[in-house]
């Protein structure tokens, strides 16, 4: 991968620190790849109350410093709406095709129930035809029956550790019911190949 382009793309802020912060850190601790970022909506609504925002821009920002990220970009399409959206964020998605080229885009995994993350996940694998595809597994969005990983990518303490700082930029999402567990799965995946600690995907296409 060394010299390879990389996007990844979160529907929403942290869900690419999540689902693979750590991946991200060992591949520019390792000075391997450039990494482009993008986020599709940071303005977060409390599921109950709809009237409750809180805008997460600034909370990324953050985060995407303790992973070193090289550069990125952030939207704003309403949570929960992306299918109303749906040709809206083909079109940056192909745009940033045209821009970026990348090797490899990082997108949610295609078993993922939210429906916004399925929608990024459906138009990109439709915008970057020439680029390999992997899909980060955020383990509270799938049923169990769908945790099936094709690719494993083992990281040190120094990446769990990076990956925990990031995501502790969220202050705002401090409550969630996954805080607190980033390293217990990450200890899971990694006991499926004999690592201490893994970040697991699918594979959705892969380019030689």
């Known amino acids: 991968m060394k010299g390879q382009?990389?996007?990844?793309?979160a529907p929403h802020t942290d869900d690419i620190e999540l689902g693979?912060?750590?991946t991200l850190h060992n591949l520019k601790r390792h000075n391997i790849s450039k990494i482009y970022c993008q986020a599709y909506s940071h303005i977060y609504?409390?599921?109950e109350d709809q009237t409750t925002t809180i805008d997460l821009a600034d909370e990324w920002e953050y985060a995407l410093g303790v992973l070193n990220i090289d550069d990125h970009s952030l939207y704003n399409?309403?949570?929960r709406e992306f299918e109303v959206y749906r040709q809206e964020i083909l079109q940056k998605l192909c745009d940033t095709?045209?821009?970026y080229k990348p090797d490899l885009v990082?997108?949610?995994c295609r078993k993922d129930i939210h429906q916004d993350h399925s929608v990024i996940t459906r138009e990109a694998i439709r915008a970057f035809r020439k680029s390999s595809i992997i899909g980060y597994i955020l383990p509270w969005s799938m049923g169990s029956e769908a945790m099936n990983p094709q690719l494993y990518v083992p990281v040190s303490e120094e990446d769990i550790e990076a990956k925990e700082r990031a995501w502790h930029c969220f202050k705002s999402q401090?409550?969630?019911s996954y805080n607190g567990k980033i390293r217990s799965w990450a200890q899971t995946f990694g006991s499926q190949i004999g690592a201490d600690y893994a970040e697991a995907f699918e594979v959705i296409r892969w380019i030689l």
């Open 77 to 79: 399409f309403p949570t």
């Open 45 to 47: 609504k409390h599921p």
């Open 97 to 99: 095709d045209k821009v």
């Open 20 to 22: 693979c912060g750590a």
């Open 106 to 108: 990082i997108v949610p």
């Open 174 to 176: 401090s409550s969630r």
């Open 5 to 9: 382009r990389i996007l990844a793309i």
